[in-house]
């Protein structure tokens, strides 16, 4: 994956495209297919960003127990390890 890939494919672009489909679908001046298209790449981003905001935060929680690890997407899903369950904890 080259610079300009990875630039597109960062937390922080999909962040940003995420907030312009927001504030476009606020506006409630589209047409329907186009309103509709955009709702789905906006689903999209935000389902990046969340997976990508797990993925920082187990890092950080390894970090903090003191085991420099490589970071398992499956290895966290087998283990049930969530977001959401980290969170029901506080």
């Known amino acids: ?13 999909r962040l940003e495209r995420l907030q312009e489909i927001v504030n476009t679908l606020e506006r409630g001046d589209l047409p329907l297919e186009q309103g509709m298209a ?5 689903v999209e981003c935000a389902r990046l960003c969340r997976k990508r905001l797990e993925e ?3 890092e950080v929680r390894l970090w903090q127990n003191g085991e420099e690890q490589d970071f398992d997407v499956e290895a966290v899903r087998l283990s049930g390890d969530t977001v959401r369950e980290e969170g029901d904890k506080q």
């Open 56 to 58: 920082a935060r187990h």
């Open 1 to 13: 994956m080259g610079a300009r890939e990875s630039k597109k494919n960062s937390f922080e672009t």
């Open 38 to 42: 955009l709702y789905r790449e906006g």
